[in-house]
């Protein structure tokens, strides 16, 4: 399984941006998939996630009401719309896919099988 995330960009403050991932290979043998993003200096950090019937997502606090995760099973897409973006949403941002039965955890690193290579979001103020 291979992950490949697109769509970052610079964008000034109150911006909005997409992201998405496409799946490649075993695609059957994936079902969460989430964003995580890395800002310099710091660690990976959960930002949503998504079941696999996309009817079931998760958000980080600091994302809620301004990001929304989605996913088209069909296409083997994952996209994050972010929208009123602030300075602190800089980041490296990551997609990434766990296989199926992993368990019920999905906001740590640890919980994820396959990982996309990042794409770079920059907000200005």
């Known amino acids: 399984v291979q992950l490949q995330a697109s769509g970052g960009g610079l964008v000034q403050a109150g911006g909005s941006l997409r992201l998405s991932c496409v799946v490649s290979?075993?695609?059957?043998?994936?079902?969460?998939m989430a964003w995580f993003r890395q800002a310099p200096g710091k660690e990976r950090e959960f930002v949503t996630a998504?079941?696999?019937?996309?009817?079931?997502?998760y958000y980080t606090d600091s994302v809620k009401g301004r990001f929304t995760i989605s996913r088209d099973n069909a296409k083997n897409m994952v996209y994050l719309q972010m929208s009123s973006l602030k300075p602190e949403d800089t980041a490296v941002y990551y997609c990434?896919?766990?296989?199926?039965?992993?368990?019920?955890?999905?906001?740590?690193?640890?919980?994820?099988?396959?990982w996309g290579q990042g794409t770079q979001v920059t907000v200005s103020s």
């Open positions: 290979g075993r695609t059957f043998s994936i079902s969460s």
């Open positions: 990434a896919a766990q296989r199926p039965y992993s368990g019920s955890g999905f906001d740590q690193p640890l919980d994820y099988d396959y």
């Open positions: 998504i079941n696999w019937t996309g009817d079931r997502t």
